[in-house]
Structures are given as structure tokens and as C-alpha cells.
């Protein structure tokens, strides 16, 4: 008589750690510039025109916020962009950093919607110019909605093709094309191949609190 054949085990999908950890240290930093400023969900809430019930679920590191979103964030944390990367302090204890080594550069994994931002410059909640390095998946963008925040950035298209709209304006740039604009026009950024990866040197300066 033939045995039955053993049951096959069932393999357990391996759980995406990278991302979610990601979103955690992000809102964890959100949260703690909110406090230090002293200002509640519900200030928050009010001034960047979000429910207070999405910020709570950022801060907790239940949803990954869009870049639209973390540059609103920003504006009224009254920081760039880059303190919300949620950097650690440098190994050797030095806050004033100058230089940033290729294996320490703090990045930013917007992984919904296939943008990562890695921070090239020396990282702090006081620098108002930072130097970025964007990588667009294919398909890869900001979203459909265009958004606004502090400061004025340019960039330089190191490889692959990014679309760039401002205000009503649309412009394929390539390899080597270059760009800058004020960042209170409305403006959003894509990368229009499903093939293949762009990456943009990319320069914010934010303006100095009053």
C-alpha cells in the first residue's frame, strides 16, 4: 500500500522589516522636534492642514508619509527636510561635522512611492543648505498633487530621466540637464521609465528663521 505523501511545509512570507522600520524612525523624529517646540497634535494638525488622527499614525510609524507631506512637516517644525532623517550622532563624537563619508550617509526611503533621498552633507537640525542624493524607481514620484514648502533647491541629473513640473510648466530633463527653482512655486517630480532607475544631484536650501 503507498504511503501518503508527507504534506510540504508551508513557507512563512518574510516580513518587510527595512520599511517599516524606516516609517518608525521618521515619525520618532517628528514626534520628538513636535515636543521640543513645545506644539500639540492639534497645533500641528492646524497649521499643515492634516487630521490629527495621520499625524499621530506617522509619529507612531503606522503610515509612510508622502515627501509632499514631510516637507509640510518640516516647514512648520521649522527645519529642512534633512532633520527628518532621524540621524544618529557621528561615531567620533564631533557635532560640527564637515565631512560625510560614503558609508555614513543618512537616507531617506519613501518606499510607497519609489523615491529615497541619501543626505551627502553633514548632518543637522540647524544646517539651512543640504545636498542630497534622489534616487526615482521606475515609475517612481512625489504624487499627482503638487506641493510647496520653504527654501529654493536646484539639481543635476546624473542618470536616467526625471519629469519636472512647476507651477503649469513640464520639463523632460536627461542626463546632464540641470535645474532650479524657488520651492514656494507649486512644483512635483516623477521619473517617467518603467525600466529603469534616475538619480539627481539635488540642492535645498531652506531660509533662516526670523
Do not use: C
Not at 517628528?30 to 506617522?58: C, N, P, Y
Not at 529654493?152 to 519629469?163: F, H, K, S, T
Request: no cysteine; net charge positive.
Amino acid at each position: 500500500m503507498r504511503k501518503p505523501a508527507a504534506a510540504k511545509p508551508v513557507k512563512k512570507a518574510k516580513a518587510k522589516t527595512a520599511e517599516p522600520a524606516m516609517d518608525v524612525a521618521v515619525g520618532r523624529r517628528i514626534r520628538d522636534l513636535r515636543r521640543v517646540r513645545q506644539f500639540s497634535l492639534e497645533t500641528v494638525a492646524e497649521r499643515t492642514e492634516l487630521s490629527i488622527g495621520f499625524l499621530s499614525q506617522i509619529e507612531r510609524g503606522l503610515s509612510s508619509p508622502s515627501l509632499r507631506v514631510l516637507a509640510t512637516l518640516a516647514d512648520v517644525l521649522g527645519v529642512g527636510i534633512a532633520a527628518l532623517f532621524g540621524t544618529s550622532p557621528s561615531s567620533d563624537g564631533v557635532s560640527d561635522q564637515i565631512v560625510t563619508r560614503a558609508l555614513q550617509r543618512p537616507e531617506l526611503k519613501l518606499w510607497r512611492t519609489g523615491v529615497s533621498k541619501q543626505l551627502l552633507s553633514p548632518a543637522s537640525a540647524e544646517n539651512r543648505l543640504n545636498l542630497f542624493l534622489v534616487h526615482l524607481e521606475p515609475g517612481g514620484s512625489t504624487g499627482d498633487e503638487l506641493y510647496t514648502h520653504d527654501g529654493e533647491e536646484a539639481g543635476l541629473v546624473l542618470e536616467g530621466e526625471m519629469m519636472l513640473t512647476v507651477d503649469t510648466e513640464t520639463w523632460s530633463l536627461k542626463t546632464g540637464d540641470s535645474f532650479r527653482f524657488a520651492s514656494r512655486r507649486p512644483h512635483r517630480f516623477s521619473n517617467p521609465a518603467q525600466d529603469a532607475k534616475a538619480v539627481v544631484l539635488w540642492v535645498n536650501s531652506v531660509t533662516a528663521a526670523g
